[in-house]
DNA sequence: AAACTGACTGTTA
DNA sequence: GTAACAGCCAGTT
């Protein structure tokens, strides 16, 4: 069948190309996708992702450099980016001029 | 079709 | 550097 291309699958897409130990914003994922003005919707795409997804979400944060995800939420994601070497301060924030994603 | 939602961002102070 | 606000737009109701 012919998957119909949404955004949200191209997001995926995106998001499943960010190397190992690296990060990525949402503006920039937007960007790329081309909606450059739609980063709260690559948020909301990787709100729903399907089940047992291997998609890398942890290595999106926003443009500050800081884990947006709160709770719990921003613990599983802080944990995930420095298992694979990222370091994240206590509050969540990640030095983008050293972990930025570049083509 | 209209209203509402929000893992965001740019501007302003 | 942070905080408040307005604009943004795909998905959902």
């Known amino acids: 069948m012919m998957e119909q291309d949404t955004f949200r699958q191209r997001i995926w897409q995106i998001v499943a190309a960010i190397p ?3 990060v990525t914003t949402y ?3 937007a960007r790329l996708a ?3 003005r739609a980063s709260r919707q690559v948020g909301g795409a990787l ?3 399907p089940e047992g997804s291997k998609l890398p979400w942890h290595r999106v944060i926003n443009r500050m450099g800081k ?3 709160t709770g719990e939420s921003f613990n599983r994601q ?3 980016l420095m298992a694979e070497g990222i370091e994240v301060s206590a509050d969540g924030k ?3 001029n050293y972990y ?3 083509l």
């Open 94 to 96: 990640v030095d983008l």
């Open 20 to 22: 190992y130990g690296k």
């Open 67 to 69: 884990i947006s995800l």
């Open 34 to 36: 081309g909606s450059p």
């Open 27 to 29: 503006g920039e994922i």
């Open 100 to 102: 930025r994603w570049e």
């Open 78 to 80: 802080r944990q995930a």
């Open 47 to 49: 709100r729903h992702l």
